[in-house]
């Protein structure tokens, strides 16, 4: 399948602070990313620079093989969706102009959105299976239905790959489930997908590969059950951890 994300040698930070360096990594259509790593691990600071929010420090981030740097913003957005983290609706929009919202790279900036964008809407709407939430206002969903909501909005803009910063965060444990679950499907739709959690059973659960980072960069990356192994979760959480298989399926085992 055709890569929708690369990144080449790449080094990222902020200015006169380097946080990563080194990287190598390429999402390609229908697969799954987890990154996995420590509080201050560089883990949000990768992502706005994928997404071309901070310059690269070192090599270069491709978008479906065009370097990111020689990009205009309004190209970028049509290719590429972001859901930040801990997103709290401010307005009291319904989830069918929140998710509208996200065609603000195909309308000029003085018109309205058309029928085009509507349809564009209504299908991330229903890609997501959120069609009951369409009319109801952002500010009163769940955290789960409102992370929902956020990623039909990237979807809208049309892009086929999607950077997910933390979905899961503050979640109760059903809607964690349903947000791993959409993921997934979206995956399988031909999505490319990378996502961030602090929760390294979610990348058994809803990811193809894992990139696991530490202070400095990158540690591993391949499989989840390559990467997550007791002695790397040690070396980046500084805990025991067992990794255990139940009814067919590898968890997570904390020792406290």
């Not at 996200?102 to 959105?113: D, E, N, S």
């Amino acid at each position: 399948m055709a890569v929708k994300l690369e990144a080449r040698a790449l080094g990222y930070g902020y200015p006169g602070r380097a946080v990563g360096r080194g990287l190598d990594l390429a999402l390609p259509a229908g697969e799954v990313l987890c990154v996995l790593g420590p509080n201050g691990g560089g883990k949000t600071t990768l992502f706005r620079t994928l997404l071309g929010l901070l310059p690269a420090q070192a090599g270069e981030v491709l978008l479906e093989g065009q370097a990111l740097a020689r990009m205009a913003r309004a190209d970028v957005a049509r290719r590429i969706g972001y859901v930040p983290q801990g997103h709290v609706a401010q307005f009291a929009f319904t989830v069918r102009e929140a998710v509208l919202m996200g065609r603000t790279a195909h309308v000029g900036l003085f018109a309205a959105p058309g029928a085009a964008d509507r349809a564009a809407a209504e299908q991330a709407i229903a890609t997501l299976g959120i069609e009951s939430l369409a009319d109801r206002v952002v500010t009163e969903l769940s955290g789960g239905e409102r992370q929902l909501a956020m990623i039909a909005r990237a979807l809208a803009q049309g892009a086929r790959a999607l950077v997910l910063d933390e979905p899961t965060a503050s979640l109760d444990f059903g809607n964690q489930v349903r947000v791993l679950r959409e993921i997934r499907r979206l995956a399988i739709d031909g999505y490319a997908v990378v996502f961030s959690t602090h929760d390294p059973g979610q990348a058994f659960l809803a990811a193809s590969r894992v990139l696991l980072l530490a202070h400095g960069g990158s540690l591993r990356q391949g499989a989840p059950q390559e990467v997550i192994t007791p002695q790397n979760l040690r070396e980046v959480y500084g805990v025991e951890v067992r990794v255990a298989v139940v009814e067919g399926a590898r968890v997570c085992l904390p020792s406290l």
